[in-house]
């Protein structure tokens, strides 16, 4: 009988050694709807001209180069170690997924691996539940990636309840860019532009008293938690203190920190491949050099343009396993 294979991650900075990444082909620029009060108003003007467009056809050059960024990222992983699956395109034939929910917002998101599923101890969660409907018709994709992976091994595989067709903002979502673990402690972050209140509550009641799970409000002009604040290894953190309604959740209070500000857009989206090794965009060199400060290895990549839509290392990196 082979070997059962071993799923999990228990925080943020344990040795990474498998992952997923998705992939720019799909990508289609997104309609705009209130949620995205996040992007800058240029990108606005933009998602109100170009809603339904295929992104490396309207934007080739952008495409181009986030096309790099996921390779370079794969190329970095690889290096160290770390067993890499990407995303695949929507299936010849399968119109109906292309268009699913497009008659409630335009727009495919295939960019960020880290959207669609998270692992919490060894159960993956499957994430049908984004705030923004046009996220949500890659999923199958991500499932015929996903699925195979997890024959035989020590999984549990669970899937959060889809929104309705019918957009509303207080519906059940709940968006891996908020989730941040430590251990036993889980913190969720809530702007109201991705996951809400109920997301929150259904992800309390699956984890149960093993967990505690802790509420991190944000401004309600901003978007996901990990481009405010993450944990990049035993008792380092990164976070925006503007971006917070609340004092940090007692369990982070004595942390070290690397503040950062609004301006240094997903300053915090920064992926620790070990406690030692941290991957930053390129263009954001004050952090770069905070984390080297601090005795970690740091390792840049260019990143602006999945910045520009909504991805930083850590959104674009799905993690199937951590070491504990």
């Known amino acids: 009988m082979s070997e059962r294979k071993i799923v999990g991650a228990w925080n943020e900075w344990g040795r990474l050694r498998e992952a997923v990444l ?10 705009y709807i209130p949620a995205l009060i996040w992007v800058s108003e240029e990108g606005k003007k933009c998602l109100r001209e170009n809603a339904g467009v295929l992104t490396r056809e309207g934007f080739p050059e952008k495409a181009q180069k986030m096309k790099n960024t996921i390779d370079t990222l794969q190329r970095v992983l690889i290096e160290h170690g770390v067993t890499v699956h990407r995303t695949g395109p929507v299936t010849e034939g399968f119109e109906e997924e292309k268009a699913y929910l497009k008659d ?10 880290a959207d669609f599923f998270r692992v919490i101890g060894t159960r993956v969660i499957l994430l049908n539940s984004f705030h923004l409907p046009f996220r949500r018709s890659y999923v199958w994709c991500v499932r015929r990636m996903l699925e195979p992976l997890l024959e035989n091994s020590n999984a549990t595989y669970i899937a959060t309840p889809p929104p309705s067709p019918h957009y509303t903002r207080d519906e059940l979502y709940l968006e891996n860019g908020d989730i941040m673990t430590d251990g036993h402690n889980v913190y969720v972050g809530m702007s109201g532009n991705a996951s809400t209140p109920k997301g929150v509550a259904w992800l309390k009641q699956l984890l149960g008293d093993e967990h505690q799970v802790h509420t991190i409000r944000l401004q309600p002009e901003l978007f996901h938690l990990d481009w405010l604040l993450t944990l990049n290894r035993p008792g380092l953190l990164t976070y925006c203190p503007d971006a917070l309604l609340d004092p940090l959740p007692e369990p982070l209070a004595k942390w070290d920190k690397i503040e950062i500000t609004l301006d240094e857009v997903a300053g915090a989206n920064n992926l620790s491949i070990d406690e030692n090794t941290i991957v930053v965009p390129d263009h954001l060199q004050r952090i770069a050099e905070a984390y080297a400060k601090k005795g970690m290895t740091v390792i840049t990549i260019p990143a602006m343009e999945t910045i520009e839509y909504g991805s930083g290392p850590r959104c674009l990196t799905a993690v199937l396993h951590r070491d504990p």
């Open 104 to 113: 409630v917002q335009k727009g495919n998101y295939s960019i960020g691996g």
């Open 22 to 31: 998705g992939q720019v082909d799909d990508m289609i620029e997104p309609e």
